[in-house]
């Protein structure tokens, strides 16, 4: 696989590895098999490895992000530290539970949590540098261009090498951008998520920050391989598109099933691909960061790089947003993404 150069010169394999799910949150999996995938991922280039330490369950009795997504990537950088882009993000204080307990977030972007959030971060890691180090969600009561200043300090003091920024808005991303170089805003972007191409991708082409699409395959929908049960047995249940309008967004995925048959593609292929032409199209480079427990799939995956789409499907696939139902929120709350807030 090759290479991508985001913004401030950070270099990323072009397909990242989003390492949430490995921790239960859609479903089961444990922590030999997790790691096993993780090593697959490296195996097949793809080194670019994405956690957050709000990623897995919270240690009951106690408050405050969980850290054992962190912990269980430690071990593979414990073996491997020098094949991997590690980046990691902070500022949720509450939980994400595996219930789908969505309920209890707070957000945290004062200088004092800045640094005790990196230094923890580091521990649970075990790794004396963050590659890439994103404020998760920006704290209401905190300019997002002062904590970004606090971070700035973690990367004087050689804790980070690269800052980034999710869920924030194109008004946001310039005044933190005017404080230190940002490399990479994560946010929800892929066929059925398209909000962010109103003003934010347009402000990471200006000011030449890389984009790295979370949820690339609709949080599993768009592959076409969930059944309602399993969703509802978690968290993407309680979002509108995949909960409640899951009969009615099936029309969206007969139109990628559609693309994905004619191209000789998977739906997930199709998806990732379309994303790379997006980022083309924009003047944006786009690493999306798919995320899954089987390395089966990550191959699968893998090969999206080398997908081409022609004219007539590029169309096809743009269309596809028309006809979705439903928020892609999954919190109640709209000012929790970047299109609540502009
Ligand atoms: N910044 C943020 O606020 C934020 C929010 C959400 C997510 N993220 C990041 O983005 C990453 C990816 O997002 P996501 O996990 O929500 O959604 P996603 O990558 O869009 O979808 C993951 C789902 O797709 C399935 N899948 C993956 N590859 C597949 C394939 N080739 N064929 C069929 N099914 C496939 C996985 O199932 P299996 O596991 O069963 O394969 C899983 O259920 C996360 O891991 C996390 O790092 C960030």
Redesign the pocket.
């Known amino acids: 696989m090759q290479t991508i150069t985001l913004g401030d010169g950070l270099e990323t394999s072009e397909l990242g590895f ?4 490995v921790t239960h949150v ?2 089961g999996t444990d922590d030999d098999s997790a790691l096993s995938v993780l090593n697959a991922a490296i195996d097949a280039g793809i080194t670019f490895i ?2 957050a330490d709000v990623y897995g369950a919270p240690t009951p009795g106690t408050d405050g992000p969980a850290g054992t997504n962190e912990q269980l990537v430690a071990r593979l950088l414990a073996d491997r530290r020098e094949d991997v882009t590690i980046a990691t ?1 902070f500022g949720i204080t509450g939980r994400i539970g595996p219930d789908g307990d969505v309920g209890v977030k707070r957000t945290r972007g004062d200088a004092e949590y800045v640094r005790h959030a990196c230094d923890a971060s580091l521990r649970r890691l075990g790794t004396e540098v963050i590659d890439l180090w994103y404020l ?1 969600r920006r704290d209401p009561d905190v300019p997002v261009d002062e904590t970004v200043e606090s971070m700035a300090e973690m990367v004087t003091a050689g804790k980070v090498r690269h800052l980034g920024l ?2 924030v808005t194109a008004t946001e991303l310039r005044a933190a951008h005017a404080v230190h170089p940002i490399a990479a805003v ?1 946010s ?1 972007w ?1 066929l059925w998520s398209r909000d962010v191409e109103n003003q934010v991708v347009p402000a990471c082409a200006e000011l030449g920050v890389g984009f790295v699409p ?7 929908f768009l ?1 076409g ?2 059944t309602r049960d399993q969703v509802s047995a978690d968290v993407r249940g309680q979002t509108a598109r995949i909960g409640e309008q899951w009969d009615a967004n099936q029309r969206a995925l007969e139109v990628v099933s559609g693309v994905a048959r004619r191209i000789g593609a ?1 739906n ?1 292929q199709t998806a990732l691909a379309w994303l790379y032409a997006s980022g083309r199209r924009s003047g944006v480079p786009v690493v999306p ?6 390395a089966a ?1 990550l191959s ?2 893998a090969a999206a790089v080398d997908v081409t789409l022609d004219d007539d499907a590029l169309a096809t696939l743009d269309s596809v947003v028309e006809t979705v139902t439903g928020g892609r929120n999954i919190v109640d709350d709209p000012t929790w993404i970047s299109s609540g807030r502009e």
């Open positions: 989003g390492a949430m799910a859609y479903g994405d956690t993000k998760h999710s869920e994560q929800e892929s979370y949820s690339p395959l609709g949080r599993g592959t391989t969930l998977t997930a960061i798919p995320g899954t427990r089987s799939r699968e995956n």
